[in-house]
Structure formats: structure tokens, C-alpha cells
């Protein structure tokens, strides 16, 4: 397969909005694939490599090509390019080796055209922008395979490898439905949509266990025998960094396990640590200077019986009997009162919210439905623009991304009376709004840079935030999480903008 018929069809797929015509390209792709060359490909198209990170820099990318002239003819395979990029993530780093990465990239460049050069480059930088490509790419798959897509996607969820599974899809599409849950190989998480209120969440999922919804990050242990592995969310392996974890794992009375949970850091006085400490912990080398617990919602297998089809009610039962001292607490109910309770309950704890989950609902892999619901309340706050930024790719031209400020009325960030920035968003920015920004902010403005136009602090914004963090980056010690552009207040004057006394006091 000649990189050049990957950039084709990639073309095709960028000038097409319409989903059937974006999959049918990508089927035809696929049927002309060798199934050896699948991951490779895969990788290629989803803008994420199978060698993960390679460590080549945008500018080394942008120099070497601007020397090597494109060659006339399309002549880069992708195999060859994988190759490469196999050797340049083998590279050890130390002297000598930029220079080694240099040559193999620059050979790729002197056998590309124009086109492969062009995709080369967006490979390298890891700039495939390619959006929602990984849910177009399995219905391809499907197509290219005469599988139901369903097969394939369940597939993917349960051996986390869109890459694998495209491979044994090619060789072996008969196979993918015995693709099944493995102790050791990490699952795509379910996810969560969110609710506005308890009353939608039980009305629409029925029956439900409703538990404290806890701020801190999301694992998925695999135990097998004294073998004990623990993900993220995204997938990644952190078992050495939480040993605690490990030995509580081990200490269970049981051969095998998947469970899902969360973990975080607690107070002496078990009161939830900020989101931000877990995380850093979570990221830390070396002795642990604090112990993270694990809390489990869910097991999905069990002493060689997979539980991913069961429903919620016969999953919990099960993690009950074996792992009860690290179950979260849970209240099965169908009154929205009594699960009302459980999110006043939560938030007095300092918890985030609630999840409402269908007792009856299978453990769906990488799915987003209406199985799980969340519900937490959102913070809406009234801020002051600062400055604006220039935007790229669509917003090239508009004042896009905003920097917040709250007031600072007794001056404990700044001069009192003055605006301490504590964020940026971009987020929610209709083409509307963006047009408002470009015509109106220029004529608030007291300085420019190439990047961004600062302006006096008199425009208020309407944010919404799921909370707050510590920062080290904001002068008021403080930073938005989350934020998204509600609406403008022209109804508001600055001196009615929430303060940063007000923000401060989240952070628990
Ligand atoms: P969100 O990240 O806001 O979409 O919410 C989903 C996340 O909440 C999950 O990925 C978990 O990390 C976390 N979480 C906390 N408590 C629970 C719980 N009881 N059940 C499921 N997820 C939970």
C-alpha cells in the first residue's frame, strides 16, 4: 500500500461531509490492504502512530522538509514509513541520536511526492486532524469485512487495539466475534452522559444504583493470579506507581478479577484530597508520600466467568461478595427523592455529584449511552474578559479564545479593585459570537501581540466551570476547570463580576 493512496483517500474523506461516502472511501482502503499492514495503517489514519510517541520535534520536521525536494513520482509504502518510525522510536537517545532520526526521516521525505510528503509531515507531528475518524474507520471495517458493525466495534472496546482488531478483521473476520474480555488486556472504559437533574436521571434509567460520584481518576485493575496491572482511563499502564493498589488487589480473596473503579487521595480526616493531587500522585515516581485508596463500582470479570453481558444488579452482587471493603457506597432505588438524598449527601461530603446507573444495563465497553448517567451541579460564574486570542484552523481570522478574570475587590492577587485571570475558553464560541468578538473587542483594546489583543476590563461573560484547581500559572492561586461561554451580560457592569474570593473558597 503506497502512502500516496492513503493521502488520496484521506482527501476524499476531508472534502466529503457525508458519513456513508467518508466510510465507503475508507472500506475501499481497507479491502486493498494487506492484513499485515492494518495497525500500521490504522495508526496512520487516526493520527495516532502505533509507536505511540516518537519524539520528533514539529521544527525538525518543517526543516528537513523545506531542504528535500519532493520527489515525482509517489514511492513511500506503508510499510516502509512504519519501519521507520519503528526505528526512530528504537533510537536510544543520548549523543548522536537526533542525528540518526534526522537521516531516517530524511530518507522518507527523499522517496515521497508531494502528496506522501505532505501526509509525511501531518504523520510525523501527529497532525492527522481527522476528528471522529476512529468510529468511521470501524464502520469501514465493517463494510470492507461484510461484519456488523456492532461485532467490530464490541471488538475494539474489549482488546483497547482498533489496529489489532483491524488486522484479524482482514485476516479473519469470522474470528472477531470470539474476540472476548482477557485478564491482563485493558477494556475502553463506559462512559457517563450527563443528567440535569435526579429526577430526569431516575425517569430515564429506572431503577438505579445511585452513588457518590468521587473527583479523583478513573482505574481499571486486572488481577490474575499474583499478576496485578492498573490503567487509566486512557488505557495507560500505572501499576508501578501504586503499589497500595497493588497489595489491596492481591490481598482479595479470589484467582482473577477486572475491576473499574476510582481512586483518590482522602484527608486524615477521609475528606476528598482536590482532583489535581490525586492526578500528581497518580503521575509520581518512587516512594508513595501518600496512599491513594481504591474505590470499585463495577467488576466485569470474575474467577474465569466474563460479567460484561450481566446486568448491573447481578456485576454488583458479585463485586459485593468479594471486594465489599472497596465498593462505593450505593443506593438502589426508583425514588427520585431518595436519590435526591444521595447527590445532597454527596455534595456535603465534598464529592462532585452523583452517578445514576440502570440497574439492568450490560457493561457497555467505550460506550457513551443513557445507561450511566451523571449529574452534578454546574457553577456558573460572571467574569470579565481580558484578552482574546487569535484563532487557528476554522477560527483563523476571529478573536477566539478567551482569558477570564475575576474581580479582585480587596486586592489579595493584585491591585485591589483590579481583575486576576484565572482561565482561558474557547468553548462554546458560536460563529456568531466569535463575529461579535472580532467587530466588537477592538475597541476595547489596549494592547496586541501577534497572538492575542488585551482589552480593558469591561465586558462580562456568563462561564460555566465544573470547578475549580489550584494553580501555580494564575496569580490568584487558582484556576477554572472546564469553563464554557454561556452567553455575554452586557445586563452586568464589571463591579458585579464574581470575585476571586469567591472562587478561592472552592477549592477544598
Ligand atoms: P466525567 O469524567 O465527568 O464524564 O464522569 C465520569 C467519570 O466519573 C468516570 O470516568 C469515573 O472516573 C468517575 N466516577 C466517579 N465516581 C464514579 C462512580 N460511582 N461510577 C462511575 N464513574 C465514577
Known amino acids: 500500500m503506497l502512502l500516496a493512496d492513503v493521502a488520496r483517500t484521506l482527501e476524499t474523506v476531508s472534502q466529503t461531509r457525508a458519513r456513508s461516502a467518508k466510510t465507503a472511501a475508507l472500506a475501499d482502503l481497507l479491502r486493498r490492504t494487506d492484513p499485515a499492514d492494518a495497525s500500521a495503517l490504522v495508526g496512520m489514519l487516526i493520527g495516532r502512530v502505533r509507536q505511540g510517541r516518537i519524539g520528533v520535534g514539529w521544527r525538525t520536521v518543517v526543516d528537513l522538509r523545506s531542504q528535500i525536494a519532493p520527489s515525482k513520482e509517489p514511492g513511500l509504502s506503508v510499510r516502509e514509513v512504519d519501519d521507520a518510525l519503528e526505528q526512530i522510536a528504537h533510537t536510544p537517545s543520548g549523543a548522536g541520536s537526533a542525528g540518526v532520526r534526522r537521516d531516517l526521516i530524511g530518507s522518507l521525505f527523499a522517496h515521497a511526492d508531494s502528496a506522501e510528503s505532505d501526509l509525511l509531515a501531518r504523520i510525523l507531528t501527529g497532525e492527522v486532524r481527522t476528528g471522529a475518524l476512529e468510529g468511521i474507520v470501524i464502520d469501514a471495517l465493517a463494510a470492507a469485512t461484510d461484519t456488523p458493525a456492532t461485532v467490530v466495534r464490541r471488538a475494539v472496546m474489549l482488546s483497547g487495539d482498533l489496529g489489532l482488531t483491524a488486522e484479524l478483521a482482514l485476516r ?282 488585551f482589552l480593558r476590563p469591561e465586558i462580562v461573560v456568563e462561564i460555566a466551570i465544573d470547578g475549580v484547581q489550584r494553580s501555580s500559572r494564575y496569580p490568584g492561586g487558582v484556576a477554572l476547570r472546564f469553563a464554557r461561554v454561556k452567553g455575554y451580560r452586557p445586563d452586568k457592569s464589571p463591579a458585579e463580576a464574581d470575585t476571586i474570593n469567591s472562587l478561592q473558597a472552592q477549592l477544598r
Request: aromatic share 6%; hydrophobic share 40%; glycine share 10%.
Open 172 to 453: 479473519e473476520p469470522a474470528a472477531l466475534a470470539d474476540v472476548g474480555l482477557r485478564v491482563g488486556v485493558p477494556v475502553q472504559p463506559m462512559l457517563a452522559s450527563t443528567s440535569s437533574s435526579v429526577e430526569d436521571a431516575i425517569s430515564t434509567a429506572g431503577e438505579s444504583s445511585v452513588e457518590h460520584k468521587l473527583d479523583g481518576a478513573r482505574i481499571q485493575v486486572h488481577r490474575d493470579g499474583d499478576d496485578v496491572l492498573v490503567v487509566t482511563r486512557s488505557l495507560a499502564d500505572v501499576t508501578a506507581r501504586v503499589p497500595e493498589i497493588v497489595e489491596r488487589v492481591r490481598a482479595l480473596p479470589i484467582r482473577s478479577a477486572i475491576f473499574d473503579g476510582e481512586t483518590l487521595l482522602l484527608d486524615d480526616d477521609g475528606a476528598p484530597r482536590p482532583f489535581q493531587d490525586t492526578m500528581s500522585r497518580f503521575g509520581r515516581h518512587g516512594v508513595p508520600d501518600s496512599v491513594l485508596r481504591p474505590w470499585f463500582f463495577d467488576v466485569l470479570h470474575l474467577d474465569g466467568t466474563d460479567l460484561i453481558d450481566e446486568p448491573l444488579r447481578v456485576r454488583r452482587g458479585a463485586l459485593a461478595d468479594v471486594a465489599a471493603q472497596h465498593l462505593i457506597a450505593s443506593t438502589v432505588t426508583d425514588d427520585p427523592a431518595a436519590a435526591q438524598r444521595v447527590l445532597d449527601e454527596a455534595l456535603a461530603s465534598g464529592q462532585e455529584g452523583v452517578m445514576v446507573k440502570s440497574l439492568d444495563a450490560p457493561y457497555a465497553a467505550g460506550r457513551r449511552g443513557k445507561a450511566w448517567l451523571k449529574v452534578k451541579p454546574v457553577h456558573t460564574y460572571d467574569l470579565v474578559v481580558l484578552g482574546a486570542e487569535w484563532g487557528s484552523g476554522r477560527r483563523t481570522g476571529w478573536l477566539s479564545n478567551l482569558h477570564l478574570g475575576a474581580r479582585d475587590p480587596e486586592g489579595v492577587a493584585g491591585e485591589p479593585g483590579g481583575f486576576v485571570m484565572v482561565g482561558k475558553t474557547f468553548k462554546g464560541l458560536t460563529d456568531e459570537l466569535l463575529r461579535w468578538q472580532t467587530e466588537t473587542f477592538p475597541a476595547y483594546e489596549t494592547r496586541r501581540t501577534t497572538h492575542a489583543v
